[in-house]
């Protein structure tokens, strides 16, 4: 699997917030995110299946680079990886396009 570069979350941040309706499937799962988060402090195991089903398939409508760049991402840890932690910094601009 090809490694994941700063050039590729700005890439997919481009495409995303270019796209209205794509912003606002983003914008859904970030919102989803949270609620998968809530279901599973509340061990909710059913509810949080449920939601990393929707999340996965609202994934999709995002486009294959968003796809690509988040299966490729699951590979680095933010926290520890340097180019990890950029490209969460690179994503943070979509979040700010999400004002619910």
């Known amino acids: 699997m090809q490694r994941v570069s700063k ?7 481009e495409i995303i917030s270019s796209d209205k309706a794509k912003t ?3 914008c859904d799962m970030q919102h989803l995110g ?3 988060e809530r279901a599973y402090q509340e061990r909710n195991l059913k509810q ?3 939601l990393l089903q ?3 398939t609202m ?3 995002l486009g294959p680079e968003y796809v690509a760049l988040i299966d ?3 590979m680095l840890d933010p926290e520890k990886d340097k180019l990890g ?3 969460m910094f690179e994503l943070t601009a979509l979040n700010r396009l999400c004002t619910r």
């Open 34 to 36: 949270e609620r998968l």
């Open 59 to 61: 994934g999709k409508t």
């Open 85 to 87: 932690a950029e490209i």
């Open 54 to 56: 929707k999340i996965d």
């Open 72 to 74: 490729r991402l699951e």
């Open 7 to 13: 050039a590729d979350a700005q890439s997919v941040v």
């Open 24 to 26: 606002e499937a983003y």
């Open 48 to 50: 949080a299946d449920e």
